[in-house]
């Protein structure tokens, strides 16, 4: 067996699952889970018909590049959203469709990593937890940028040493965050570029949650739309990860896509021509009508904007939380150890949240997940609405 395998540390919710073993929560509520980020709004019908009308594809096996229509799509939607100079996104090599962005994500240290010269990979600390297990598993050392409050929940660029930007050659960022919803702005992922370049290193950028924000005459900016601000259309040394599962409702379907520097995407092609991970043909039908439509993710923002009033007005009186810059997650200051607090309202609300620490590692002297929970607010309005008052009370009981 790879001995690496033995470095993957339990996922979060392996963790969460020994955390409430043995608790038995009040029969008379029902179980809120708050813990996981699967969106629960219904799925665009119009992508369901798409799903039905193409399942005659299953007698072709897909081409790992994808339709050429989907691709045009994918690139039409980039240019639009992020304001990308006209052609500078050629659907036939800056763009990969993927089977959700999980698997590209870790796929790609996979592809860039050249484990014989010490490598590191550097990511966001608290993080999804791929990144990691991606750098363990393609030979790489990871090293943890902590983006604590006092840094606006976003990494200190300054803070890294010099011999750490020369051994690293993979950056993950994940813009807006998880589980923050921390924005880099375009001077920052500017810099970033400049690093990548003094440095030679790729920079993978989630940018999954970049279509759940508050303000709709301000989008977060990407990393495709920096480095074209910045007069860099080839969008060297960078690549984005976008998907369909939280922008449009639709995990289940695994459908994404990474696109950026044309050279890198035409080895991960190679790469990914080996691994055999391609979309279904009517994924990619229906994929390509999901990119085509802003009308339901407007609708979809308009959910999430009303659930985080509610939420929050409830719970902003009883805990430091605050709204934050774009996704779906809130990520309070717990009153305590954050494993207690989540195994107490289980045990006491019948509602889970996700420990902070489990999603980070203690680094440079501290853990900044530490003393936090994750919350999603992805069920019905009136479903999180129910969870905060649980959650309002069990604070008030402690």
């Not at 994940?174 to 920079?203: K, S, W």
Request: proline fraction near 9%; include cysteine; aromatic fraction near 10%.
């Amino acid at each position: 067996m790879n001995p690496d395998l033995d470095r993957l540390q339990p996922y979060p919710f392996e963790k969460l699952s020994q955390l409430k073993a043995g608790q038995t929560p009040p029969a008379d509520r029902h179980h809120i889970p708050l813990s996981i980020g699967e969106p629960r709004h219904a799925p665009p019908g119009f992508v369901t018909e798409e799903i039905i009308t193409h399942l005659h594809g299953l007698g072709s096996y897909p081409t790992t590049r994808g339709t050429d229509e989907l691709r045009a799509a994918i690139a039409a939607w980039l240019t639009r959203r992020f304001a990308l100079q006209a052609g500078s996104v050629d659907p036939g090599r800056s763009v990969l469709p993927v089977a959700g962005t999980r698997e590209a994500l870790f796929a790609i240290a996979q592809a860039v990593v050249d484990r014989s010269r010490d490598p590191l990979v550097l990511m966001p600390n608290p993080f999804y937890q791929i990144y990691e297990g991606a750098a363990l598993l393609a030979g790489a050392e990871p090293y943890y940028l902590n983006t604590p409050a006092e840094t606006g929940f976003l990494p200190d660029l300054d803070a890294v040493p010099e011999d750490v930007w020369a051994r690293c050659q993979l950056l993950y960022i994940c813009t807006p965050g998880n589980p923050t919803g921390a924005v880099f702005d375009v001077p920052t992922l500017q810099r970033l570029i400049a690093l990548a370049d003094e440095h030679d290193f790729v920079i993978a950028s989630d940018e999954c949650y970049s279509e759940i924000y508050f303000d709709e005459a301000s989008p977060p900016p990407g990393l495709l739309e920096a480095a074209a601000r910045a007069g860099r259309h080839d969008f060297r040394r960078c690549l984005v990860f976008h998907s369909l599962s939280k922008r449009s409702n639709l995990p289940g379907m695994r459908s994404g896509f990474v696109a950026g520097d044309a050279q890198i995407l035409e080895r991960f092609l190679k790469y990914r021509t080996y691994q055999g991970c391609a979309l279904p043909p009517y994924h990619q039908a229906a994929s390509l009508k999901a990119w085509e439509d802003e009308g339901h993710v407007r609708d979809n923002r308009a959910v999430y904007t009303a659930k985080f009033a509610a939420v929050l007005e409830i719970l902003a009186p009883v805990l430091d939380v605050e709204r934050p810059q774009a996704g779906f997650y809130l990520w309070p200051r717990t009153p305590g150890d954050d494993q207690e607090f989540a195994r107490g309202l289980f045990a006491a609300q019948n509602v889970t949240v996700l420990p902070g620490s489990y999603l980070s590692r203690t680094a440079h002297g501290a853990n900044p997940g530490q003393n936090r929970v994750r919350m999603a607010l992805v069920a019905e309005l009136e479903e999180c609405i129910v969870a905060a008052e649980r959650i309002r009370d069990y604070v008030k009981g402690l």
